[in-house]
């Protein structure tokens, strides 16, 4: 199984980004597939994640509104559309894929890719 994330980079703060997450040696319609981040001394956290299945989508509150996921154009796929970035989105995000109820919970998710560095700053 291999996740492969792309698509971070430097912005300023109020502009957009999107992510998206490959994945191969997987069938994500068994799984749910979710975003997470891991700031400089802090915890890695959930964003947001989705049933690859029946389309189901989660966000933390600090994201609603501002993030979108969505299956990518790609089979097995996975994007994360950022609008509206704030300098505490900063962070390494990571792709993974877990259990089809698609938590939140990071500890929960079995299946990792190795991370896109995200820095909002002016």
């Known amino acids: 199984v291999q996740l492969v994330e792309s698509g971070g980079g430097l912005v300023q703060p109020g502009g957009s980004l999107r992510l998206s997450c490959a994945t191969s040696g997987i069938t994500l319609d068994y799984y749910g597939v979710g975003w997470f981040r891991q700031a400089p001394g802090k915890e890695r956290e959930g964003v947001s994640t989705i049933d690859y299945n029946d389309g189901a989508t989660y966000y933390a509150d600090s994201v609603k509104g501002r993030f979108t996921i969505s299956k990518g154009n790609g089979k097995n796929t996975v994007d994360l559309q950022m609008n509206r970035l704030k300098p505490e989105d900063t962070g390494v995000y990571y792709c993974?894929?877990?259990?089809?109820?698609?938590?939140?919970?990071?500890?929960?998710?079995?299946?990792w890719g190795q991370g896109t560095q995200v820095t909002v700053s002016s």
């Open positions: 993974a894929a877990g259990p089809p109820y698609a938590p939140l919970e990071p500890s929960e998710y079995e299946h």
